[in-house]
């Protein structure tokens, strides 16, 4: 006998694969395997060629997840500058909306740029990574910004535990505004990637890929 829960929690992973690789689609256009930065000597490289950048923890309104932009001991807070450029406009227009009402927050960043070994085990064990060979995040083009946590507290506070609080739907619903007029202005995909379990369908992280074109 199948028990119709897990048939139904499978089926629900399966079409949110899906649903995520359709709507990643246009970024395997603007990322061939010629825009892959695969490995960390391909990475050293690019820094020194000015293709990839560092993005540095603890900024006023956002920080990087330390646990999660990480990855063998190596930290991997890197974008292009194109990308790299855009989380700042995002970041800018999130710290002008936030004012007084919620000056305390800071939006949480979980995923840069990934090399090639990394995207392939997250593609192996979850139902919403594409492969190595496919995702804008080895290319250095996206980023991810939590829509489950965000921090709360002063910028020098380094306990995600102590600083972090469940969804919020008014901070992330500001967010998603912003959001979708960078995805309406053609300056990036945007893709909202969904946690699913035994009980609940909730979004987790936006997935936001910076158009090539991008200008500010």
């Known amino acids: 006998m199948i028990d119709a829960g897990v048939t139904s929690l499978v089926r629900d992973r399966e079409l949110e ?45 956002y920080d ?9 001991s190596k930290q991997l807070n890197l974008l292009t500058p194109l990308a790299k450029k855009l989380l700042d406009e995002v970041m800018r227009k999130w710290g002008e909306t ?12 979980t995923s840069l740029w990934r090399p090639g070994e ?9 139902y919403w990574a594409v492969g190595e060979g496919e995702s804008s995040h080895v290319a250095g083009a996206a980023f991810d910004v939590s829509r489950r946590s965000m921090w709360i507290g002063s910028e020098g506070v380094r306990s995600w535990d ?38 609940r369908i909730v979004p987790s992280v936006s997935h936001v890929c910076v158009n090539p074109n991008y200008e500010s």
């Open 162 to 199: 102590e600083t972090r609080t469940r969804f919020d739907v008014e901070v992330f619903g500001k967010m998603d505004e912003i959001l979708e007029r960078v995805a309406h202005e053609g300056k990036a995909n945007v893709v909202v990637e969904r946690l699913i379990d035994e009980d």
């Open 64 to 72: 990087l997840t330390r646990s999660e932009v990480k990855y063998e």
């Open 98 to 109: 936030r004012g007084e009402r919620w000056p305390e927050v800071r939006l949480a960043v």
């Open 17 to 61: 694969s899906r649903r995520i690789r359709e709507a990643t689609t246009i970024e395997r256009r603007w990322y061939g395997p010629e825009n892959r930065i695969v490995t960390y000597a391909d990475a050293d490289r690019a820094i020194a060629e000015g293709r990839l950048v560092h993005v540095p923890f603890g900024q006023p309104v």
């Open 118 to 126: 990394m995207q392939a085990k997250l593609a192996r064990s979850s």
